[in-house]
Antibody, heavy 117, light 108 residues
């Protein structure tokens, strides 16, 4: 079955760019829409956006001005860039797949990113 | 944006009891595209229910979902020790996809 694994720095300085990558294994990257979702410590879940293997994207308006999601089909990976981060961006970041018109499934295990100097 | 409000915030129950969790949407959820997830500490959310009432693969039948429009319910018929966790509802009928704030089911 499809498995997802997030990777990237666990610590980012304020005003810098948060960059994460999700590696897809056990299935084709063309099978799903690929999402980023985050969860601040002790809080709820926030959808960030998705990308399709063709490159089409859809972002949450609350983050749209700071977010870019890209895909590398040759590596079966997709990535998140979030610019101008502040402490409010400290969260566990999850990657997740979704089939057309479906819920988020599967999910990666998540990676904690802390924004601090 | 559709706002999802879950109630109660915390549910204190004993193993074997029935749990009823509510999720209310600020506007109608298209085609009952409402999902429920379970999250345990340090773990990613796990899909339980999609399409308001369909169980995901491998989910025990003590979990059931119901509702349509703006009111949805997740019921756990008899709580097992492994069911104590936080539960989130999520709508995927319109963009942006949104989550409720969660209901914690704790051991009484």
């Amino acid at each position: 079955q499809v498995q997802l694994q997030e990777s990237g720095p666990g610590l980012v300085k304020p005003s810098e760019t948060l960059s994460l990558t999700c590696t897809v294994s056990g299935g084709s990257i063309s099978s799903y829409f690929w999402n980023w979702i985050r969860q601040p410590p002790g809080k709820g879940l926030e959808w960030i956006g998705y990308i399709y293997y063709s490159g089409s994207t859809n972002y949450n308006p609350s983050l749209k001005s700071r977010v870019t999601i890209s895909v590398d089909t040759s590596k079966n990976q997709f990535s998140l860039n979030l610019i101008s981060v502040t402490a409010a961006d400290t969260a566990v970041y999850y990657c997740a797949g979704l089939a057309v018109g479906g819920p988020f499934d599967p999910w990666g295990q998540g990676t904690l990113v802390t924004v601090s100097s | 944006e559709i706002v999802l409000t879950q109630s109660p915030g915390t549910l204190s129950l004993s193993p074997g009891e029935r749990a009823t969790l509510s999720c209310r949407a600020s506007q109608s959820v298209s085609s009952s595209k409402l999902a429920w997830y379970q999250q345990k500490p340090g773990q990613a959310p796990r899909l339980l229910i999609y399409g308001a009432s369909s169980r995901a693969t491998g989910i025990p039948d003590r979990f059931s979902g119901s509702g349509s429009g703006t009111d949805f319910t997740l019921t756990i018929s008899r709580l097992e020790p492994e069911d104590f966790a936080v539960y989130y509802c999520q709508q995927y009928g319109s963009s942006p996809r949104t989550f409720g704030q969660g209901t914690k089911v704790e051991i009484k």
